[in-house]
């Protein structure tokens, strides 16, 4: 629950005990996983686990990654020293393993890293492992070989590899949520034209396509799923769509939250009894 996670923030915050590598990453995951952010967590677990990264397994450097990325806690520091730790030791990592933590790189966008995860080994363990991800993981794969784009101007991974990667991200099929339906009957009442599911050219698919004074706009509605836990704090995930979105296709992306529409839709009711 969301007191008992509290709880064991205080706890941790206040012990001095050493903890170890598996200690500090299973507990980033958990709580990255439960969608609970602590900043004051965060922040003292990455001071704790500086000096003993080289301890950290592949997978334990993954899943720190990985929960930083998803909560949005920025750890410059500590994501260079990840990045170190790991380029050397590549073969180490299985395939969930890799995806999880390039997923993370691209997600946090730390300028410093951008060596490490154009860098050509890195290129190589993916190219050589791509066989073996699975769905999930060649998504992961595309956004971060769309990464390289942004920071690179070009895509890492060979042609036939990229395109794979892009098939595969475009053909993931989405449910239309109760949510949805409700901002396009407005949007119809409106009068104003729009396309529904629509791909964009990197792959991904927004909710709402539409145009104002020549201008594409890609129209997101956020149901609770794109935040973490019950805050209003995006995710890692909806976070890297949107600025993939905007800085490789060029569309502005408007984002309806969904505490924002229920609370205007029962306005309007109230006005209409």
Avoid at 17 to 46: C, E, M, R
Avoid at 115 to 123: A, K, L, P, Q
Wanted: aromatic share 10%; glycine share 4%.
């Amino acid at each position: 629950s969301y007191q008992l996670f509290n709880k064991i923030v205080d706890v941790t915050l206040a012990q001095n005990q050493k903890l170890t590598s598996q200690d500090i990453s299973n507990t980033l995951w958990a709580y990255a996983v439960q969608g609970h952010t602590s900043p004051p967590l965060f922040d003292k677990l990455a001071k704790v686990a500086l000096p003993i990264v080289h301890e950290f397994s592949s997978q334990a450097i993954a899943n720190t990654a990985w929960a930083y990325a998803t909560v949005g806690h920025s750890s410059p520091e500590l994501f260079d020293k990840l990045a170190e730790v790991a380029l050397p030791r590549m073969q180490e990592f299985d395939s969930h393993s890799l995806s999880n933590m390039l997923w993370a790189y691209a997600v946090t966008n730390i300028p410093s890293n951008k060596n490490f995860g154009c860098n050509r080994v890195v290129v190589s363990s993916v190219v050589s492992y791509f066989d073996k991800f699975d769905y999930r993981g060649i998504a992961q794969i595309h956004q971060w070989n769309l990464w390289s784009q942004e920071k690179l101007g070009y895509k890492v991974l060979p042609f036939e590899l990229s395109e794979r990667c892009m098939e595969s991200f475009s053909s993931i099929e989405y449910n239309t949520s109760n949510l949805q339906r409700s901002v396009a009957r407005a949007l119809n009442e409106m009068g104003m034209p729009f396309v529904e599911e629509a791909r964009v050219d990197i792959g991904y698919n927004v909710d709402m396509l539409l145009e104002m004074d020549g201008c594409k706009i890609a129209v997101e509605v956020d149901g609770p799923t794109h935040y973490l836990g019950c805050s209003k704090i995006q995710n890692g995930a909806t976070r890297l769509k949107r600025r993939q979105i905007n800085a490789l296709d060029g569309l502005r992306v408007v984002s309806i939250p969904y505490w924002e529409w229920n609370e205007m839709t029962k306005t309007d009711k109230v006005l209409e009894s």
